[in-house]
């Protein structure tokens, strides 16, 4: 089983070094910014050609737009060996409801809070 974090979990690990890695699609992302040290985006329909690319001995908080995408990511992480995976737990929309850190692209922004690029 997964471990689920917050959005203020979360950001306490990410302060600490944990990785972001945002699952949505590259559209998704460029609409909405959230600020936080460092953020890799490897789109869902990349995961399983890619996911060696990502460190297997870092913590890493996986994120999409509500937590669905990223806890089948998260879920498939840990079947290939990554221990050190969270899924961020109501996504980048409940990160931002949260009143958490946020840029905004002014790419679409108005049209989406559901969706959050973060760098």
């Known amino acids: 089983m997964v471990k689920e974090l917050s959005p203020s ?3 306490l690990e ?11 699609e590259t559209y998704e992302v460029d609409e909405f910014a959230c600020d ?3 953020t890799l985006v490897m789109p869902l329909s ?16 996986i994120a999409c737009a509500g937590g669905g995408r990223s806890l089948y990511a998260a879920t498939f992480l840990s079947q290939h060996g990554y221990d050190k995976v969270a899924n961020l737990d109501g996504g980048v ?15 679409g922004a ?10």
Do not use: M
Request: charged fraction near 35%.
């Open 9 to 11: 979990e979360a950001k």
């Open 14 to 24: 990410l302060e600490k070094g944990a990785l972001l890695v945002d699952v949505r």
């Open 36 to 38: 936080v040290p460092e």
């Open 46 to 61: 990349e995961l399983q050609n890619k996911y060696q690319e990502l460190p297997i001995d870092r913590d890493l908080i």
């Open 93 to 107: 929309f409940t990160w931002h409801s949260q009143g958490l850190p946020v840029k905004k692209s002014g790419k």
């Open 110 to 119: 108005e049209k989406s809070v559901n969706s959050c690029k973060l760098w």
